[in-house]
């Protein structure tokens, strides 16, 4: 069955720190994406990947970097992480092939103190 | 710009009761609309999809949706519900712009009293 997993699945850091959450699918997806979901928000679209070396920004991008290295691995780094980034991450994959549906990890609690 | 409605944040049920989870859109051009569960702690999993046709679509679980291009809205069903669908419920527009532009509502917290 195709998966994402997200590590780590609970992070603290602290303000100013650099705080790097991967993710990794066995999909052959394409697309990646991390999202951010917070209380009153829903989820909310920080960057998204169509295959390895490119990244592109979303919907809420500014504070985040992100990571393309492989068809299977993205990364979300915060280089100077601030408390208003604690929130939980969520990483899922995608095909437009296979019409729009997206497959999510199982999250990552971030708190940033 | 896509925008999700789901007008209800919490809906409380007993077991065995009918449900529906309601969500309205508003969009310019060709989408997919589709319902998302997610389980406490737990990523968000695919329900089910619509992109036309038949516009009730049958999902995983007993849950169904109704598309309703006059009322904008896409609602879920489900006819008798269980202890386990007890989760938060996404409704989602998105169209194929070279990748997947999801946009989602806020939720709808569903709780199925035993």
């Known amino acids: 069955e195709a998966a994402v997993t997200q590590s780590p699945r609970n992070k603290v850091a602290v303000t100013g720190g650099k705080v790097t959450l991967s993710c990794n699918q066995t999909n052959n997806h394409n697309n990646m994406y991390w999202y951010r979901q917070d209380t009153g928000h829903g989820l909310r679209l920080i960057h998204y990947?169509?295959?390895?070396?490119?990244?592109e920004k979303g919907d809420i991008p500014d504070g985040y970097k992100a990571s393309r290295p492989s068809q299977e691995n993205f990364s979300l780094i915060l280089e100077l992480a601030t408390p208003s980034q604690t929130s939980v991450y969520f990483c899922?994959?995608?095909?437009?092939?296979?019409?729009?549906?997206?497959?999510f990890g199982a999250g990552t609690r971030l708190s940033v103190l | 710009t896509q925008t999700v409605s789901q007008s209800d944040a919490h809906v409380t049920v007993f077991e065995g009761d009918s449900v529906e989870l309601r969500c309205n859109y508003s969009y310019g051009g060709s989408i997919y609309l589709s319902w998302y569960i997610q389980h406490h702690g737990r990523g968000l999993q695919f329900l089910l999809k619509y992109y036309s046709g038949n516009p009730v679509v049958q999902g995983v679980n007993g849950f169904e949706a109704e598309f309703s291009k006059s009322d904008s809205s896409f609602h879920l069903r489900k006819a008798s519900v269980h202890w386990s669908d007890s989760a938060v419920y996404f409704c989602a527009v998105s169209q194929n712009t070279g990748y997947q532009n999801f946009y989602f509502g806020k939720g709808t917290s569903l709780t199925v009293i035993p």
């Open positions: 990947s169509y295959g390895a070396g490119s990244t």
């Open positions: 899922a994959s995608g095909d437009v092939l296979e019409g729009d549906t997206l497959y």
